[in-house]
């Protein structure tokens, strides 16, 4: 039986649903109720080299201000710290802290712990055959955590 082409779709994003939800569910329970997954990818970004609002929202997709009301949160949460450049004193850098990364480690694991229970589930060789098949969709670019390309496309194009 053929399905239609958006049930492949929402099969994927259910999918990723319901990892990212079990995952932060996980987190809540380990007391770290606060987490949510665009916190962490702008964690990830800042670890990537966002060093500033500016980069921060062109690595996420977002605009200036939505990126420095998330740094505030990181920052207000001990994540993220705002320090001076050392080689522009009129400019601060965002590192993520100690703190920061142990909550990254934390949520990475519960995603390995995750990952563990879909391969009881379906079998370590289909779970891989799966990664396989979804790699070779994906391809050998760096998997974005940001929008979606067509979203940052879009933002682009009314940006010029």
Do not use: C, N
């Amino acid at each position: 039986m053929t399905r239609p082409g958006p049930h492949l779709a929402l099969l994927l994003l259910g999918s990723y649903r319901k990892l990212v939800d079990a995952a932060v569910r996980e987190l809540a329970d380990r007391g770290h109720d606060d987490v949510r997954p665009s916190l962490h990818y702008a964690m990830s970004a800042i670890d990537l080299g966002a060093e500033s609002a500016s980069e921060l929202g062109r690595a996420l997709s977002v605009s200036k201000q939505a990126a420095a009301k998330t740094i505030a949160v990181l920052v207000q949460r001990g994540w993220v710290a705002v320090e001076d450049d050392t080689a522009d004193r009129r400019r601060r850098r965002l590192r993520v802290t100690d703190l920061g990364h142990r909550v990254m480690r934390e949520g990475e694991a519960i995603f390995d712990d995750l990952r563990k229970a879909w391969a009881e589930r379906i079998g370590d060789d289909e779970l891989a055959r799966l990664e396989e098949l979804l790699t070779a969709f994906v391809g050998a670019d760096t998997i974005r955590l940001e929008s979606p390309g067509w979203i940052a496309a879009e933002q682009s194009s009314i940006a010029e």
